[in-house]
């Protein structure tokens, strides 16, 4: 089979919960030149969607995903602009981080390149004992693009980041997790339920919360006010205030 011809991006919604499969397993997921350009309108209609109120991006099978498909991108090598392979990655990983709602990456195996990429723009970062993560640019030549890198940074800090874009080598979750890079380190066997357990809770918490907080985490400071508006004409806060003491489970109506 033409390695190509396996590659996709699957997509379902259930409970709230939108999950996109990085699928390519002749290539260990790896991303190829359609993947990338296909990201940010996948996330566009899923964002769109009144259904969805969380996403995991996650990789079929044993692992979550290699990085780019170096062979099929070889075709773009004089390509220039929004057609440029690091274009491409850029525009997928910014889509990403700008998804409206909580992104959480549940990750299993290789999490390298492009696939550090786009778990670094994820919200949230699940894996199993045994994944295994880099930034490889510097075994290719390539300067990682500088957007992905203030993200690296931001995340793990400028010591971390330096070690990983100039060594390039991999490291293991149990370092990832002490680095900052993951948020939770699951034994093997166990990812798959506690991501659905995890992002069941997400689902019933008031996006109004959410919304802001991300906003707010990610740096945002030009729409405090415009928060301030949305918290003053949601019911959230006083149907929150009766569901606890009810002692029930809130009803949250804001929505983006």
């Not at 993560?133 to 992905?148: D, H, N, Q, R």
């Not at 060594?167 to 993951?182: D, K, N, Q, V």
Request: hydrophobic share 50%.
């Amino acid at each position: 089979m033409d390695a190509a011809l396996d590659a996709h991006l699957l997509h379902t919604v259930a409970d709230g919960v939108a999950t996109v499969v990085i699928s390519h397993p002749t290539k260990r997921n790896a991303m190829t030149a359609a993947m990338w350009r296909a990201l940010p309108e996948l996330l566009t209609g899923l964002a769109d969607d009144p259904a969805v109120r969380v996403l995991v991006l996650t990789g079929a099978g044993p692992t979550f995903c290699a990085g780019a498909d170096i062979s099929s991108l070889t075709g773009d090598a004089g390509a220039t602009g929004a057609e440029d392979p690091r274009a491409l990655a850029v525009a997928a990983e910014e889509a990403l981080a700008a998804f409206p709602k909580p992104t959480l990456a549940a990750i299993r195996g290789f999490c390298v390149g492009g696939g550090s990429q786009l778990a670094a723009a994820c919200d949230l970062r699940f894996a199993e004992e045994g994944a295994s993560f880099g930034v490889t640019p510097a075994k290719l030549g390539i300067v990682y693009p500088a957007s992905s890198t203030r993200r690296l940074a931001s995340l793990v800090g400028p010591a971390w980041a330096k070690y990983l874009l100039f060594s390039a080598e991999l490291i293991g979750a149990e370092t990832a997790l002490r680095a900052g890079f993951l948020n939770e380190l699951l034994p093997a066997g166990q990812l798959d339920k506690h991501v659905a357990e995890f992002t069941r809770i997400l689902a019933t918490r008031s996006q109004l919360t959410q919304a802001a907080a991300k906003e707010f985490a990610d740096g945002g400071t030009d729409r405090d006010a415009y928060w301030e508006d949305q918290a003053a004409g949601s019911a959230d806060a006083a149907e929150g205030v009766a569901a606890f003491l009810e002692r029930r489970a809130p009803r949250f109506t804001w929505t983006p």
